[in-house]
Each structure stands twice: as structure tokens, then as C-alpha cells.
């Protein structure tokens, strides 16, 4: 289930380019979203998250496996950015839906 921008993104997981209706793309596009940033930053499964992530759902999905693809996606985003990530440490402190 990729499309041109899920290829495009498995080289640079930064690319801006999304198809609409492609649950991968809106799983990715999810990571740089307010309402991830927020339901990270308090480090639970916020209401206006939950109500994105149902966006990113595929069938048979529970929305903590789709919340697994978006940090999936975030984790690949920003270690681009940190060579610390890119070097394999943990550095997000979001816990699994599990924990919490
Ligand atoms: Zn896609």
C-alpha cells in the first residue's frame, strides 16, 4: 500500500509531498502535526490526536497500532535531524499507549 510519495519518503522521510487517501502518507504527515506534538509533549493519547489518528486508520487498524506507524515515521523525521538519534539513542521519552 505505498504510492509515489511513500517511495519519495522512504529516501527523505522530510518530503513534503503526501497523497490524500494513503494511509502511510497520512500516518507521516500525522508526525508533523500540532496534535502530535501536543499528545507527545503531555505524553498521553490527547482527544484531538485520538480524532487524527482515526484519519490514518486502515482496516481491521486499533488506533494504537496507527499511533505506532506515526512515531514509526516521526523517529525515522527526526533522526535526519539529530545525529544522536541517527546513532541509535532513545531519546523520545513518548511512551507506548501500554505504559501509560
Ligand atoms: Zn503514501
Redesign the pocket.
Known amino acids: 500500500?505505498?504510492?509515489?510519495?511513500?517511495t519519495q519518503?522512504e529516501v527523505n522521510p522530510r518530503t513534503g509531498l503526501?497523497?490524500i487517501g494513503?494511509?502511510?502518507?497520512s500516518a507521516?504527515m500525522l508526525a508533523h502535526s500540532p496534535e502530535f506534538a501536543e499528545s507527545a509533549a503531555r505524553q498521553t493519547l490527547t482527544q484531538p490526536y485520538k480524532a487524527a489518528l482515526a484519519v490514518a486508520l486502515v482496516p481491521g487498524e486499533r488506533i494504537e497500532q496507527t499511533h505506532q506507524r506515526v512515531r514509526a515515521w516521526d523517529r525515522r523525521i527526526r533522526g535526519l535531524l539529530s545525529p544522536a538519534v541517527a546513532a541509535g539513542l532513545r531519546l523520545d521519552p513518548f511512551c507506548d499507549p501500554e505504559e501509560a
Open positions: 500500500m505505498t504510492c509515489e510519495a511513500c519518503a503526501y497523497r494513503c494511509a502511510e502518507c507521516r
